[in-house]
């Protein structure tokens, strides 16, 4: 077997295969003893019959045919390898020339793992977030806590700030109701910004039984296309307003709160959690732009069978997310005001950034020699089993060796990422 190979582009490859007579003689006994466990002979039981004898009744045509598909199944993949290249998916294979029993010709076209050249990765130039925990981030704990053990009493007075009401209400766009802007029996909480701006202003004043229309307008950066910056009107009816009495915020509720002796014991423990919560926010950050830097620095072709696989992920995860709420893909994009070509665009974006993230990243672990032992995977496939101990068929998956090779594969990406972030400091 002799090969050529040329290089089509960063990400793609196209090998030509000559296979001589030493080939083609070796692939064609394989093919008659495909062949023969089909084939019927008198005398003979089927799947017995022997070579020699099965190639006398094999037709000429059908043997040529399974000969150079064998020939090719049999060096396609050797062909690839010792031009040290490794193909994303099965090649595509034209055949040339064929000349049976003498040589053959093809050509392997196939989208490889591209040639990744990182820039200076240890010296990215990224500054992590300090974290700053104020007493107002602490005072927004207390007033939440606060909330959590506050009365509510019914009243026949009219609604203010701070109040919750019990409410029905319609949106409408161009007298049309849409998606997403009725309830019925809504609780909200007057002050807390949780609908649009004058939602909430509008119902103070009214009081229990009012039947009122407010006309708002959607802030233009809306994130459903079809409502930013639309006029509409919301048609609304006040069933109830709940007065609500909060507790103090003293030693009393702090001891409510859990093992807490004072306040000023519960407001350190919430300085320290909120603390830990931050410093984990700013290090994913901090990572995330690490491996856009990286990446920035590197020169990292995408190839499109990669993409086209994220383009498909980020699909199946927004399906599945919205199947969860009754509705379709098709359902979330309209609600979205989005078109097909123009998600498709954004999704493309989103993925080619994904793929050269992730090359990226594995090329720096081969450099590095960054990798876990088998124990660690194991330990972490035990944590799983623990994790999904109520769900046989998750329990199952962690069996199947791709999912066992998935789970380390991350976990190297995780020791990649803690390694960039080390070399960075």
């Known amino acids: 077997m002799k090969t050529k190979f040329k290089k089509l582009s960063d990400s793609r490859v196209e090998i030509t295969v000559t296979l001589d007579a030493k080939d083609l003689n070796a692939a064609k006994e394989k093919a008659i003893e495909k062949l023969s466990k089909e084939l019927k002979v008198e005398g003979f039981r089927k799947g017995k019959v022997p070579a020699d004898v099965a190639k006398r009744f094999i037709p000429e045509n059908e043997l040529n045919s399974e000969t150079i598909d064998v020939a090719i199944r049999t060096t396609v993949i050797t062909a690839f390898t010792e031009n040290e290249k490794s193909p994303l998916a099965i090649p595509n294979v034209n055949v040339t020339k064929y000349v049976p029993d003498e040589m053959a010709e093809y050509t392997a076209t196939a989208d490889i793992i591209p040639e990744v050249k990182l820039g200076d990765y240890k010296n990215l130039g990224v500054k992590k977030e300090t974290v700053k925990i104020s007493e107002k981030d602490v005072a927004g704990v207390l007033d939440n806590l606060s909330n959590s053990f506050a009365e509510k009493k019914v009243t026949k007075r009219a609604a203010k700030s701070g109040d919750e009401v019990i409410i029905d209400f319609v949106?409408?766009?161009?007298?049309?109701?849409?998606?997403?802007?009725?309830?019925?029996?809504?609780?909200?909480?007057?002050?807390?910004?949780?609908?649009?701006?004058?939602?909430?202003?509008?119902?103070?004043?009214?009081?229990?039984?009012?039947?009122?229309?407010?006309?708002?307008?959607?802030?233009?950066?809306?994130?459903?296309?079809?409502?930013?910056?639309?006029?509409?009107?919301?048609?609304?009816?006040?069933?109830?307003?709940?007065?609500?009495?909060?507790?103090?915020?003293?030693?009393?509720?702090?001891?409510?709160?859990?093992?807490?002796?004072?306040?000023?014991?519960?407001?350190?423990?919430?300085?320290?959690?909120?603390?830990?919560?931050?410093?984990?926010?700013?290090?994913?950050?901090?990572?995330?732009?690490?491996?856009?830097?990286?990446?920035?620095?590197?020169?990292?072709?995408?190839?499109?069978?990669?993409?086209?696989?994220?383009?498909?992920?980020?699909?199946?995860?927004?399906?599945?997310?919205?199947?969860?709420?009754?509705?379709?893909?098709?359902?979330?994009?309209?609600?979205?005001?989005?078109?097909?070509?123009?998600?498709?665009?954004?999704?493309?974006?989103?993925?080619?950034?994904?793929?050269?993230?992730?090359?990226?990243?594995?090329?720096?672990?081969?450099?590095?020699?960054?990798?876990?032992?088998?124990?660690?995977?194991?330990?972490?496939?035990?944590?799983?089993?623990?994790?999904?101990?109520?769900?046989?068929?998750?329990?199952?998956?962690?069996?199947?060796?791709?999912?066992?090779?998935?789970?380390k594969n991350r976990m190297i990406i995780e020791a990649t990422l803690d390694y960039l972030v080390k070399v960075n400091k």
């Open 171 to 407: 949106g409408k766009k161009d007298d049309k109701a849409f998606a997403g802007g009725s309830a019925k029996d809504y609780h909200l909480l007057l002050g807390s910004n949780t609908f649009i701006p004058g939602f909430e202003d509008g119902i103070v004043g009214h009081e229990p039984g009012d039947k009122f229309d407010l006309t708002l307008t959607f802030p233009k950066d809306y994130g459903v296309k079809d409502l930013a910056g639309a006029k509409t009107v919301f048609e609304v009816l006040l069933k109830q307003v709940n007065e609500v009495v909060k507790p103090e915020i003293d030693d009393k509720l702090a001891k409510k709160c859990g093992p807490f002796k004072d306040l000023a014991a519960l407001k350190e423990d919430i300085k320290k959690n909120l603390s830990a919560q931050t410093e984990h926010q700013n290090e994913e950050k901090y990572k995330d732009a690490l491996v856009k830097a990286l990446v920035a620095k590197s020169k990292v072709p995408a190839p499109d069978i990669l993409i086209d696989d994220q383009i498909r992920m980020i699909r199946d995860d927004i399906t599945r997310n919205a199947a969860s709420q009754g509705m379709s893909f098709e359902d979330y994009l309209e609600r979205a005001g989005e078109k097909v070509e123009s998600w498709e665009k954004k999704a493309r974006e989103i993925a080619a950034e994904r793929v050269k993230a992730s090359l990226a990243l594995q090329t720096l672990a081969v450099n590095e020699k960054i990798t876990v032992s088998d124990d660690l995977v194991a330990a972490k496939i035990a944590e799983l089993r623990d994790v999904y101990k109520k769900s046989p068929e998750a329990l199952k998956s962690l069996k199947d060796p791709n999912v066992k090779m998935d789970i």
